[in-house]
C-alpha cells in the first residue's frame, strides 16, 4: 500500500469536513503506550486529518476508535504536524469507516475538493413521517430547473438553479444565495410538486461565483 508523508498529497477519493469524536491508541517508537481523545477534522474512504489531544508519530500504528456507534479500525499515521496536533491516519483498508454520506462516484469529478458536511440523520424535516406514503420524485438524469424556498438565518431564502440528481435521496445544484447547513428547504418542481429537503453539504469554495450545495431529500428520486 502506497502512503505518503505529506499532508498535502493528493486525494483519492473525496473528503468531507466533519467533526466526530474518536479515541486513538497505539505505542511509540520507544515503546511507550499512548492512549487518548481526538477528533476528526476531515475524513476520506482512505483516512483522515485529525486533532489528537496525545502526541503521535509518523509510521506509528493506531488502534482508532469511534464513540457513537461505537467501532474501531486499525491505521497508521501518515504524517505528523505536532505543533497542531493534526495528523494524517490511513485506514488498512478503504472503507466508508465514518459513517458519513460522501458524493457518489460519479459527481466526484466535478466535485470541489472539500465539502462541508452536516450529518442529515440529526435533521428533522417535516413530513418525514410521511414518507412512505408518497410516490417517488421523478426527476431527467439530466437535471431539472427547480426553485428553493426555505428561512435563512436572518431573512427568507429563495435560490433558483439546475438540480441534478446524484442518488435515491440526494441531487445537487448551483445557487447565487445559500442558506445554512441543515436548513429546510421546499424544493419547486412546479406549481403542483413541492418536495422538502435539508441543504446537507455545501461546497468549501464557490464555483463561477455560486455555491454547490447538496441536498437530501424526504422522497426517493427516481431517474428518467
Known amino acids: 500500500m502506497t502512503r505518503s508523508t505529506s499532508p498535502d498529497n493528493p486525494r483519492r477519493s473525496s473528503r468531507v469536513l466533519v467533526a466526530l469524536p474518536l479515541t486513538v491508541s497505539g505505542q511509540k517508537s520507544d515503546g511507550v503506550h499512548i492512549s487518548g481523545d481526538a477528533e476528526t477534522v476531515m475524513v476520506n474512504r482512505h483516512g483522515a486529518r ?38 494524517g491516519i490511513e485506514l488498512y483498508r478503504a472503507e466508508n469507516f465514518w459513517g458519513v454520506h460522501f458524493p457518489p462516484e460519479d459527481w466526484e469529478s466535478n466535485l470541489p475538493p472539500v465539502v462541508v458536511f452536516k450529518e442529515p440523520a440529526r435533521v428533522q424535516l417535516k413530513n418525514a413521517a410521511r414518507e412512505k406514503e408518497h ?24 435560490a433558483q438553479g439546475i438540480l441534478i440528481p ?14 445554512g447547513l441543515g436548513s429546510s428547504v421546499s424544493v419547486i418542481f412546479s406549481k403542483d410538486q413541492v418536495e422538502d429537503a435539508v441543504i446537507a453539504a455545501i461546497a468549501h469554495s464557490r464555483e463561477d461565483d455560486c455555491w454547490r450545495i447538496w441536498l437530501q431529500f424526504v422522497h426517493r428520486l427516481r431517474f428518467t
Open 50 to 87: 485529525i486533532r489528537s489531544m496525545v502526541g503521535l508519530e509518523a509510521e506509528m500504528e493506531l488502534r482508532v476508535s469511534l464513540l457513537t456507534p461505537y467501532k474501531w479500525r486499525a491505521a497508521k499515521v501518515i504524517w505528523a504536524n505536532p505543533g497542531q496536533n493534526e495528523y
Open 135 to 158: 410516490g417517488e420524485i421523478n426527476v431527467p438524469k439530466a437535471g431539472i430547473q427547480v426553485t428553493l424556498r426555505g428561512q435563512g438565518d436572518t431573512d427568507p431564502f429563495q
Open 166 to 179: 446524484l442518488g435515491e435521496h440526494h441531487g445537487a445544484m448551483l445557487v447565487n444565495e445559500l442558506a
